[in-house]
């Protein structure tokens, strides 16, 4: 009698073996970044093609980050209504819709192509965690750090293909950002006997269970929460403005946009070997201060000397990733269960969304109003210089819920 349901298992296992999932988790990462991030290379191009200003084309990439601001929140219900799976489907779909969208034409579909992306994104970010959690417990160190380098892979990739594309090639800004559409459709077809695995109920009982926490009233929260908004901020910024900067300072477009995507691709790497080694730290304050000041003196070199602009740049994306990851930690090790986790999560993702969302933007009014790089790179380093004292803080051993945090 236990023999009966085999063969419907055995006739579709493959579907769900070990290495079919991962390629399927690997390939929605690898398309967590760079629909987003590769559009910077070709910023110029877009200004040029519909006359905007410094603060308009900030909105390109911000628009994104808002729409991530937005829908995080909402994922997780989405998710306990149809299952992760479909979920993560609807995510590659949204992504997909707003790579075809944004290069249709018009100024208003490049701007609601970005925050279709945005939000396809953010149900990747808000759901993929939760899915190796369900599916790879006793994996997740590993799989979070290949995750984080196939990220960083993708958007690389897309970013230093750009300006070849559309200026070597001759397909223009809006062809070019149209081929971005391969990686989601084959993310699709490599996802679509996932949508067959899921397990609606479980999720709509963890919604239920999620704690009511007065985290906002926490200071350990806030610390916890502005180490990770600040590096994601600052991170942006540079994702945004980093090819005006570099051309502005004397570089090619192809090697702005080469040294573009070489920064996310070092933003890979740290979640390789960081994870794993953070946990062993009796507190974490020396490698957050440390992390958050080379944040700042590669922001400096970039004004001071331009000349060394590659090395400030990888720099930056290796220390900005490693802040990434030690975020991601943080949230663990100041957390007494996975569901208070989850509260603190949501938490610092709200608060590194909003003011993601407002650096590019600001950093653009701020260049125009300066004339120059100078002060919105100095600006961006006083604030890494906060990041290092939340960092510090953050990194004591406490608890959230300790009378002393």
Known sequence: MSARPQPAVSSRAWWYSTPFLILGVLWIAANLRGPMTGVSPLLASIQATFDLTTVQVGFITTLPLLAMAVVSPLAATVAGRIGIERALMLGLLFIGGGIVLRSLGPLWCVYAGMGSIGMGIAFGNVLLPGLLKSRFPQHIAA????????????????????????????????????????????????????????????????????PRLALWRVPLAWQVS????????????????????????????????????IMQFMAGLPGLVLAPVLRRLRNQQAIAALVSLIVA?????????????????????????AGMILGLVLVALRSTSPLQAAALAGMAQSTAYWLAAAGPPGMGWIFERSGGWGLPLWLCAGAALVMAGCGWLAGRNRLVGDASA
């Open 143 to 210: 799989l979070t750090g290949a995750y984080a380098i196939t990220m960083g892979i993708g958007a690389a990739l897309m970013s230093a293909a750009m300006v070849p594309l559309a200026i070597g090639a001759g397909l223009g800004w809006s062809n070019a950002l149209l081929l971005m559409v391969l990686m989601p459709l084959a993310g699709i077809l490599i996802w679509l006997p996932q949508t067959r695995h899921h397990d609606a109920a479980a999720a709509r009982k963890a919604a239920a269970d999620r």
């Open 226 to 261: 502005l180490f990770i908004a600040i590096n994601s901020a600052l991170y942006y910024v540079l994702i945004g403005w980093l090819p005006a900067l570099l051309t502005g300072a004397g570089y090619s477009a192809e090697a702005a946009g080469t040294w573009h995507g």
């Open 297 to 321: 003196v590669c922001l400096i070199g970039l004004w001071a000397a331009p000349a060394w602009s590659g090395f400030w740049v990888a720099a930056f994306g290796t220390a900005s990733g």
